[in-house]
């Protein structure tokens, strides 16, 4: 067994080896990692492809919302139109912050994620690459169906928030407002398969020697951006589950005249929506980070305290959702306690946009205004405008008076268009080359940008003052006597400026974007690993990293790296692979086998965005078909991921041979579902807000007496069901037998522990069911069931990876050493009965402690 | 203790480490949320004394918690990383940016943590207005 820690790295480690490569090895990473011809691309897996795939379906949805925007401003431009009614307004303004928000912002950047993080990290691709690929055709088919909604009367009209009671059913009959519910839920699900890739690939796919010290900015901002999403849209997953089940069991959580509180899917749909902005600001500050020190040809002036910054803002950022909230009474302390938070993360702000001007002005060479500086710059004012402005609103008293007008409109495209889509513009001209053969036209970029840069300030800026002076968001028209009309025309003729601005863009696009490999390497004369030629493979070797800026600071890394003379030059099992190294020191671990092209994951995302989208129409059954299938498709894509460790081991240069399969704590998959379990907890942690938050609203709605409550004995049956299941589960890892043989013990453990879940689960529904709680009474006992529902998804997950473990037994391919799916099964089953166990605890314990 | 079993100890000891600052910040701010949201409800009169002082005790010691890990963070970091191992396994460079992050983390916490309690000194712990 090797030194799990990571094979030491040093200087004087053998590399670069001057040994000439095999030509045949160049040949051979080229066929392995070859692009499947014609239609069948689409069941690529290659971080390239998809990521040029999903950013361009991002960019697609950007311009799409962004035609919308101008629908609107079309309307708003004189006093009194109707070139659209108030109807098709209200979807108009709810699809376009809907698109922009969850089909534009999130997906474009973690399209960058997948995009340029394996270049930066010199990874061949990033751990979970049919994960990914399941994440994008998820999301283009989600997204394709949620927007299309527009066209055919069916589109939400409740705005990108889709606030309860207007969202009920009493008020927003039909199926439009479902389509956002189950849509935007389903896209959450697919952002979430992807942060769960970003993390574990930032993490644990550096090339040796990057330890998080040299780790570049862009991958601390994802590292932290997918942390965010992990924590932050399960509230909204939450949210939107109750809020359908609602609409269409009846259950009752937002209904005053039952217990429950509109006002909850408020601190829900914010507790996710306001770490929201940071989620799409964060990656784009890690881009700028990037971009500004190639600008200025100098390093990045505070790097460690940038790092810092974007730590802290990941945290405050989840301490500010109630600032949305000021004006819906809530007491004064507790509205200082969020005023506080949302002033205190100017500060980390603040230090990243100093950083940036301090790092240009300390440059020793006249600035080139090239479009990437140039929408930097433009970035730095409309932001820092933005900031201000947050900043202002920040303050109870003048939030009061700006709420819901037009100056919340100004502040927060200041903030989205100066924090995200200057800095996205900046990166399209600055990484294009890495992907295209030409560079994009610098004359059609500086058009691009001044155009934007005017047409915004022109559009947005007289927004404050139309706001201050009174004119309320989301109106479809207005009067002549109000004096709105002359800020609107302007607003509308800067939007045209915009769209223009937009679309020089799409025609530099057209002219110049060829995808290839053949274009200028580093033309920026950067001094980040991007920048290695590389083709399919990504880098020829892996090298060893000894600062920051190694193509600054390691003379010759570029021609050592193709001439093979790093690490894994090759491809020692014979298919597709990459290194895997420590998280802290980013010492090489063990050789990562991959998967390539496949069909399953396709199949898979076509069917569960089925099952979501027939959902929304009420065609139940289909639907559950389609998600039967989709279950079944997810099997047969992982059934030959554990590939077990009979390649290895493999010599991958420099003197270091390592292992192809590890499991435990140290493999990539156990990071994985560790992250999937955090999901799970903050799914569960809103859950438990929202249980707590109501009982505050309406206690009343509580039990008053034992006889109304679920009896002790029959949780501590559950308990005990819940109890054993862990034991069963447990002694299934140590039931393993040695390779080559098996223990039909094993099997059997699996399964008790999988029957004694499902056992506790069904004896705790029936226990409410018997002593009369009915979800459709009161939100009280919607919330008691609510536990039920969300331990059974979890349970249920675990009873498909149980089925999945003893097939595998069966099929030979679960022992001692090859026993990834196991542990996997079993951490899933761990988290599931301590979250049953937690929920048992409150259904049981928390009325009875209430009542005294 | 096997490597493997290590390794994870040690991830998570410098994760715990690395992120107090910000973790207390967390807690501090749940902290003060749920006691005014919790307290107010079962009795608004009764809690204008007992939110006010819960407050400022959990926020004075949070404060000192946090002095401390400026004031302690390399030997928390070495901790965090098993001193013995630190020179085997760990770059001077990576000790040094991890302790530094460790302290202007929990430097940024204080500032927040601060802002937040003074609240209490000038606001009712249930009502909307000052008499």
Redesign the interface.
Known sequence: MPDIRGANVNASSALPNPAPRDPQEKEELLRIWASPPGWRLISDVNNRVIGLLYMGAALTFFVLAGILALVMRTQLAVPENSLVSQELYNQLFTVHGTTMMFLFAVPAVEALGVLLLPQMLAARDLPFPRLGAFAVWAYIIGGTVFFSTIFYDLAPQGGWFMYPPLTLSEYSPGNNADFWLLGIGFIEISAIAGAIEIIVGVLRTRPPGMSLDKLPVFAWAMLIFAGMIVVAFPAVILATMLLEIERSFGWVFFSAEHGGDPLLWQHLFWFFGHPEVYIIFLPAAGLVSMMVPTIARTPLVGHKLIVVALIATGFFSFGLWVHHMFTTGIPALSMAFFSAASMAVAIPSGVQIFSWIATLASSRQRIAFTPPALFILGMLFIFTVGGLTGVMVAMVPFDWQAHDTYFIVAHLHYVLIGGMVFPLFATYYYWAPMLSRRLLSERMGKWCFWLMFIGFNVAFLPMHVVGLAGMPRRVWTYGTESGFGIYNLVSTLGSYLIGIGVLIFIIDLVRNFRVGASGPVNPWKAGTLEWLPGDVYSTRSIPIVKSREPLWDQPGLTEEVERGQHYLPNAPTGGRETLITSPIEAKPQYVMQMPGPGWAHVVAAVLTAACFLLLTIKAVTIALVCGVGAIVACLVWVWELDKGPGAGPVDIGGGIKLPVYVPGSSGHSWWAMVIVMLVAGSLFFSYIFSYLYVWTVSPEYWPQGENQLPSLERGFTSALLFALAWLAFWASRKSLAQPGSKNPLTPLLVLGGVLLSVAGVGNEVHAYYQVGIDPTESTYAALVYMASVLNGQVILAVVIMGLFVVARHVAGKLDAVRCISLENTNLLAYYALAQALVSLLLIHGFPRGVLG | M???????E??IR?TLFG?SG?LL??FH?GF??IV???L??LSAEAAETS?KVLIAAVSAVIVLALILLIVMAPELTARA?HLQDVQR???R??F???S??TR??AG??L??VI??A???L?????????S
């Open positions: 096997t490597g493997d079993t290590l390794q994870k040690q991830y410098l992120l910000p910040w967390v701010f003060v949320y005014q949201l919790f107010c409800a939110v990383l396994h760990y770059s460079n990576t040094v940016f991890l530094f992050m202007a983390l940024l916490s500032v927040a802002w937040s003074l609240a209490v000038f606001l009712p712990a249930c009502g909307m207005y000052t």
